[in-house]
């Protein structure tokens, strides 16, 4: 198994990281900040984004000049017949009263009964169902994509079943999965921190969260059937087109308790890594910015006792450490120990005892075989995605999960993106540390050769994420608002484009339904000369939202994706709960797309098209 492989020999020191899936899905539902949809088509003077194409390395390539029109009602939606509009219309409307959203649930399981499934199911096709599902199973979303792609627009398969749990239901498993048997012993008595330790208030994770789907913890074949889930939608990805996108969750595939503690030890290796740098004076600058002094280094370390001195000495004599007399991040990252249980990679310093300690007191064999369960799970599904030809996108979570997340995507991305861009990692940019998350691996990607792959966002849990902090006392991960979070959104995304105009080798998608944050994307693709031809910037959007935007983009020759969710109707309620939720801000702070969608009709009645077929 490569990844388990490379994950034994490699993770002793690793980086933690508060990291940031439209993934996830998801989508930048929220943003930092103000209680407003930030993700939302955003009301703006409507002009047209030129984007002056002009291929790097072609000399006398002819300058093209394409323009792209966000208003264009008829470019947006002439895939749509019109009753597809009309459905729109009425979908959008209903999300704009209050009662209908926060009782959806119940009403919902109300007309189930009334009407009876038959009629439910029907009814739910010809609303909300067809406005944001694709279809029941791989087959029946194959007429749906090849339709979206025959006018430009391509897909990231998203199976949308989860469980319909009570909170009461959701808390316990969420307990029962993240609290290890030595936590259950020691009564409290342990080195973890609250913020990476399960709180039963918290416990239920789909709270204060309307964008991104929740997995929770039953056992082993519950991961494993979800597993078969993920590897069904890759083979239904690489089936329906020829340059697919899959989406994935990784707390679906495993004991959250693991992804808890790999999280605590890669945030305390870094944070050692800042006290190091704090005593050589370095503090307060960029993470990539920070190098130790090798001498004052091995030092410090032969002072704090974390290890011997001839221990010390054998670390830095590796190839690439030590010519320049100074160590970075990135060199400490690579400061290894074999160890061939993978408990024993979750190691802490501490300071105060100078002596590698293990997070907890034991691992019991079957907490041990879950470990390297979930590290299977993954390398099987990264192998499939390359054997299948599909794009493998890792969702974003919550902060006291990602750093753990974030770190077994970056081997994944290791292992498999040396040829060409497969797994993408998701960076939400409301958090404070985006910025040093995407540059660190940026830089990582740089000095090992291998592509690089980031889908932005501006994050999914910030509601839930603030209450945590707060209730349980640690810094609040978020950005403070949301111009603050538009900033890093927009820095990080120039970040990635700069690489990709000095180095073909970065890739980015634009996970956005902001429209000023598109157009921004598009002027700086101009004045670097991006063509959209090349296949390194990507747009996302979720399925039945700103076609306005996504359509255009594509029919203009941009790579563009729908997040595309299927599954059973009675399996996908939870996620339509979501979007009727997550559409009520979104259609109450913008008129903007049912005007448009009002406008298209209009135009076609006037030209007698009533019976308007999309034709492709």
């Given at each position: 198994n490569?990844?388990i492989a490379?994950?034994?020999?490699?993770?002793?020191?690793?980086?933690?990281?508060?990291?940031?899936?439209?993934?996830?899905?998801?989508?930048?539902?929220?943003?930092?900040?103000?209680?407003?949809?930030?993700?939302?088509?955003?009301?703006?003077?409507?002009v047209?984004?030129?984007?002056?194409?002009?291929?790097?390395?072609?000399t006398d390539?002819?300058?093209?000049?394409?323009?792209?029109?966000?208003?264009?009602?008829?470019?947006?939606?002439?895939?749509?017949?019109n009753?597809?509009?009309?459905?729109?219309?009425?979908?959008?409307?209903?999300?704009?009263?209050?009662?209908?959203?926060?009782?959806?649930?119940?009403?919902?399981?109300?007309?189930?009964?009334v009407?009876?499934?038959?009629?439910?199911?029907?009814?739910?096709?010809?609303?909300?169902?067809?406005?944001?599902?694709?279809?029941?199973?791989?087959?029946?979303?194959?007429?749906?994509?090849?339709?979206?792609?025959?006018f430009?627009?391509?897909s990231?398969?998203?199976?949308?079943?989860?469980?319909?749990?009570?909170?009461?239901?959701?808390?316990?498993?969420?307990?029962?999965?993240?609290?290890?048997?030595?936590?259950?012993?020691?009564?409290?008595?342990d080195?973890r921190e609250?913020?990476?330790?399960a709180?039963?208030?918290?416990?239920?994770?789909?709270?204060?969260?309307?964008?991104?789907?929740?997995?929770?913890?039953?056992?082993?074949?519950?991961?494993?059937?979800?597993?078969?889930?993920?590897?069904?939608?890759?083979?239904?990805?690489?089936g329906?087109?020829?340059?697919g996108?899959?989406?994935?969750?990784?707390?679906?595939l495993?004991?959250?308790?693991?992804?808890?503690?790999?999280?605590?030890?890669?945030?305390?290796?870094?944070?050692?890594?800042?006290?190091l740098?704090?005593q050589?004076?370095?503090?307060?600058?960029?993470?990539?910015?920070?190098?130790?002094?090798?001498?004052?280094?091995?030092?410090?370390?032969?002072?704090?006792?974390?290890?011997?001195?001839d221990?010390?000495?054998?670390?830095?004599?590796?190839?690439?450490?030590?010519?320049?007399?100074?160590?970075?991040?990135?060199?400490?990252?690579?400061?290894?120990?074999?160890?061939?249980?993978?408990?024993?990679?979750?190691?802490?310093p501490?300071?105060?005892?100078?002596?590698?300690?293990?997070?907890?007191?034991k691992?019991?064999?079957?907490?041990?075989?879950?470990?390297?369960?979930?590290?299977?799970r993954?390398?099987?599904?990264?192998?499939?995605?390359?054997?299948?030809?599909?794009?493998?996108?890792?969702?974003?979570?919550?902060?006291?999960?990602?750093p753990?997340?974030?770190?077994?995507?970056?081997?994944?991305?290791r292992?498999?993106?040396?040829?060409?861009p497969?797994?993408?990692?998701?960076?939400?940019?409301?958090?404070k540390?985006?910025?040093?998350?995407?540059?660190?691996?940026?830089?990582?990607?740089?000095?090992?050769?291998?592509?690089?792959?980031?889908?932005?966002?501006?994050?999914?849990?910030?509601?839930?994420?603030?209450?945590?902090?707060?209730?349980?006392?640690?810094?609040?991960?978020i950005?403070?608002?949301?111009?603050a979070?538009?900033?890093?959104?927009?820095?990080?995304?120039?970040?990635?484009?700069?690489?990709?105009?000095?180095?073909?080798?970065?890739?980015?998608?634009?996970a956005?339904?902001?429209?000023?944050?598109?157009?921004?994307t598009?002027?700086?693709?101009?004045?670097?000369?991006l063509?959209?031809?090349?296949?390194?910037v990507?747009?996302g959007?979720?399925?039945?939202?700103?076609?306005?935007?996504?359509?255009?983009?594509?029919?203009?020759?941009f790579?563009?994706?729908?997040?595309?969710?299927?599954?059973?109707?009675?399996?996908?309620?939870?996620?339509?709960?979501?979007?009727?939720?997550?559409?009520?801000?979104?259609?109450?702070?913008?008129?903007?797309?049912?005007?448009?969608?009002?406008k298209?009709?209009?135009?076609?009645?006037l030209?007698?098209?009533?019976?308007?077929?999309?034709?492709?």
């Amino acid at each position: 198994n490569p990844l388990i492989a490379v994950l034994s020999f490699r993770i002793c020191l690793f980086h933690g990281r508060f990291r940031s899936t439209v993934a996830s899905t998801q989508r930048d539902e929220v943003e930092g900040g103000k209680e407003k949809q930030v993700d939302e088509c955003t009301v703006v003077k409507a002009v047209q984004a030129d984007l002056i194409i002009q291929p790097k390395n072609t000399t006398d390539a002819q300058t093209q000049k394409i323009e792209i029109d966000f208003d264009n009602t008829h470019e947006a939606y002439k895939s749509k017949d019109n009753i597809e509009l009309l459905r729109s219309l009425l979908v959008f409307k209903l999300c704009t009263f209050d009662f209908l959203v926060d009782k959806n649930k119940e009403l919902m399981d109300l007309s189930k009964k009334v009407f009876g499934q038959r009629l439910f199911e029907r009814l739910m096709k010809m609303t909300f169902y067809g406005q944001f599902v694709a279809g029941e199973d791989h087959n029946s979303i194959k007429p749906l994509i090849h339709k979206n792609q025959a006018f430009g627009v391509g897909s990231v398969l998203d199976y949308s079943v989860e469980e319909d749990l009570t909170q009461e239901e959701a808390e316990k498993k969420e307990m029962d999965a993240c609290v290890s048997e030595a936590e259950k012993e020691s009564q409290g008595v342990d080195h973890r921190e609250k913020k990476y330790k399960a709180h039963r208030q918290f416990g239920d994770r789909r709270g204060g969260v309307v964008s991104a789907r929740t997995y929770f913890y039953a056992d082993e074949a519950k991961c494993d059937n979800q597993m078969e889930t993920f590897l069904n939608c890759i083979k239904a990805s690489g089936g329906a087109s020829v340059d697919g996108f899959s989406a994935i969750k990784m707390t679906a595939l495993g004991r959250p308790q693991f992804l808890l503690q790999f999280s605590e030890v890669l945030v305390k290796w870094r944070r050692f890594f800042n006290l190091l740098a704090a005593q050589q004076g370095k503090s307060g600058m960029d993470a990539l910015e920070q190098k130790l002094e090798l001498e004052q280094l091995k030092e410090s370390l032969t002072q704090l006792g974390v290890g011997n001195k001839d221990d010390i000495e054998n670390w830095f004599t590796g190839e690439k450490l030590g010519p320049s007399g100074t160590i970075d991040l990135l060199d400490w990252n690579s400061l290894i120990n074999d160890r061939t249980s993978i408990s024993n990679l979750l190691v802490i310093p501490n300071v105060e005892t100078g002596q590698l300690e293990p997070l907890l007191r034991k691992f019991t064999v079957e907490e041990e075989k879950q470990m390297k369960r979930m590290l299977q799970r993954v390398d099987v599904l990264a192998k499939h995605a390359v054997e299948n030809g599909v794009r493998l996108m890792v969702d974003a979570e919550q902060t006291y999960f990602q750093p753990a997340i974030s770190r077994l995507t970056l081997e994944m991305q290791r292992i498999f993106n040396r040829e060409k861009p497969i797994i993408f990692n998701t960076y939400q940019c409301y958090l404070k540390e985006a910025y040093d998350n995407v540059s660190v691996d940026m830089e990582l990607s740089r000095r090992e050769g291998w592509y690089f792959g980031a889908k932005l966002v501006r994050g999914a849990y910030m509601y839930q994420e603030r209450s945590r902090a707060e209730e349980i006392g640690y810094e609040d991960p978020i950005n403070p608002d949301y111009e603050a979070t538009n900033r890093m959104y927009h820095k990080c995304l120039e970040f990635v484009l700069e690489e990709i105009n000095h180095n073909r080798k970065a890739n980015v998608m634009v996970a956005s339904h902001n429209e000023d944050t598109v157009k921004f994307t598009l002027e700086k693709m101009n004045q670097m000369g991006l063509s959209p031809t090349e296949n390194k910037v990507y747009f996302g959007q979720l399925l039945g939202m700103c076609d306005q935007i996504s359509f255009p983009l594509g029919q203009a020759g941009f790579p563009v994706y729908k997040y595309v969710p299927y599954g059973p109707v009675n399996e996908v309620i939870p996620y339509l709960s979501r979007r009727a939720l997550e559409n009520r801000g979104f259609m109450k702070g913008s008129q903007r797309e049912r005007s448009l969608l009002w406008k298209e009709l209009k135009r076609r009645l006037l030209n007698g098209q009533i019976l308007y077929k999309p034709v492709y």
